[in-house]
């Protein structure tokens, strides 16, 4: 590595294409399947989709999965199932993607915030106790950045207060905690299948479970909450009715069939993410300045971010260090702006800054660099030399 000028402050940028933070692997036999899959007989609700849904099943070790459009539609029909309504109280993490509070929102229940655990970045489980008042009626902790969050400390606490878990592990797919994969823990565990997350459908998500009554649920609001099949019209095939309040979140057998083929390559995919994140932890280690992701505890993650903060002793604040790599060419993007700096979470729910000291904190050193199993070994190279190139220019 050689010291050169950073592009921000007027060198050449390292890299003359950009390389995103995240970003989808197809290669030919996704391209085939989703191929194969138009020309059956069903491209929608069709037996493709059973096929994914019983193959992640399969793979986390629970009896039901059941296949809907986005995490976020996962997340709704989740809170619908579990009962969630109007003047009940969801505690979350405000260190998350806005749809992580919608099972509360959707549900016309409270979303409650709770602050982090710093070092899992994730909901910290005395927080979590002090939040719990006789509305409570669930908990959403996310696996932030794929890293397993405190289960054994939130179960405690859904335990103590008969409380419906809802595990938002759209950054979490393909990894373990405690010889089990994430997925297997009760009540509910939900996916995203995002183009930049562990694999992906296009759009798309999934929620798992071991609960007979709620997966029948599930299925009940993925689809309009019709009986297909109601007792006492056996004679009329016709007659199907809805129940309730439903959805269309059904979803085809075309991002099904991109599903099965990307499983085919999710132990590739973990292997390269896992490389780049000891490569990245090799080079950051004796940076000042940087705090890398904490060492996973028990647990073997499937990392979906691998995000650092950007601590004062580094020489530029994050704000310059994000801007310094875009112009390197380096995709890095922050995850997240905490949910109660958001417009809608404070004049809906009345929440301000400065109400979740140690989210705050995190989030004002958070970036996270690119991470997917597209990255080579070249592309590595140049994120972590534009990194320390740019420390080395502010150390002088
Ligand atoms: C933590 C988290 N929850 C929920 C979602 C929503 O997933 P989707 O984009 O599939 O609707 C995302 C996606 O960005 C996410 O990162």
Same mark, same amino acid.
């Given at each position: ?16 294409n ?91 229940? @409270?979303?409650?915030? #709770?602050?982090i655990?710093?070092? /899992? +970045? &994730?909901? $910290?489980? *005395? ?25 054994d ?49 296009g ?7 071991? @609960?007979?009554?709620? #997966?029948?649920?599930?299925?009940? /609001? +993925? &689809?309009? $909450?019709? *009986? ?21 979140y ?62 004062e002793d ?11 790599l ?71």
């Open positions: 590595m050689t010291d050169r000028v950073p592009a921000h402050y007027g060198g050449d940028p390292i890299r003359e950009v390389l995103g933070y995240g970003s989808q692997s197809i290669g030919e036999d996704e391209k085939q399947a989703v191929v194969e899959a138009l020309e059956g007989d069903y491209i929608t609700r069709g037996p493709t989709v059973d096929a994914f849904e019983e193959r992640v099943a399969d793979l986390v070790g629970v009896d039901h999965a059941v296949a809907t459009t986005s995490g976020t539609t996962a997340l709704h029909i989740a809170g619908r199932a579990a009962g969630f309504g109007s003047g009940d109280e969801v505690i979350t993490t405000p260190l998350t993607f806005v749809s992580t509070a919608h099972v509360a929102t959707y549900c016309c229940a @409270d979303p409650v915030f #709770a602050d655990d710093p070092h /899992l +970045r &994730s909901l $910290d489980p *005395d927080a979590v106790r002090e939040q719990v008042t006789e509305d409570t009626a669930g908990i959403v902790p996310m696996h932030y950045g794929g890293q397993p969050a405190d289960i400390g939130l179960l405690e606490v859904a335990d103590e207060h008969d409380l419906t878990v809802i595990w938002d592990a759209c950054h979490a797919f393909g990894g373990s905690w405690n010889g089990e994969m994430i997925g297997a823990q009760r009540d509910m565990v939900m996916f995203s299948f995002h183009p930049v997350k562990n694999i992906t459908t759009e798309g998500g999934m929620i798992v479970t071991d @609960d007979d009554e709620l #997966a029948e649920r599930l299925r009940r /609001l +993925r &689809s309009f $909450d019709m *009986d297909y099949d109601p007792d006492g019209h056996e004679s009329e095939p016709w007659y199907q009715v809805t129940e309730g309040l439903g959805y269309n059904n979803v085809t057998d075309l991002q099904a069939a991109l599903g099965l083929a990307q499983l085919d390559r999710l132990d590739t995919f973990k292997r390269r993410r896992d490389e780049t994140i000891e490569q990245y932890n090799e080079a950051f280690a004796s940076i000042e300045g940087i705090r890398t992701p904490s060492e996973p505890v028990n647990s073997d993650p499937m990392y979906h971010l691998y995000a650092i903060e950007v601590r580094f020489g530029c604040d994050r704000e310059e260090f994000v801007n310094a875009h112009a390197e060419n380096i995709g890095v993007q922050v995850h997240y702006v905490p949910l109660h700096y958001h417009p809608y979470f404070q004049e809906e729910y009345g929440y301000e800054r400065g109400m979740f000291p140690e989210t705050e904190r995190v989030y004002e050193g958070l970036v996270s660099l690119p991470l997917h199993a597209k990255i080579d070994d070249g592309d590595v190279t140049d994120v972590i030399d534009a990194v320390q190139q740019l420390r080395t220019y502010h150390a002088e």
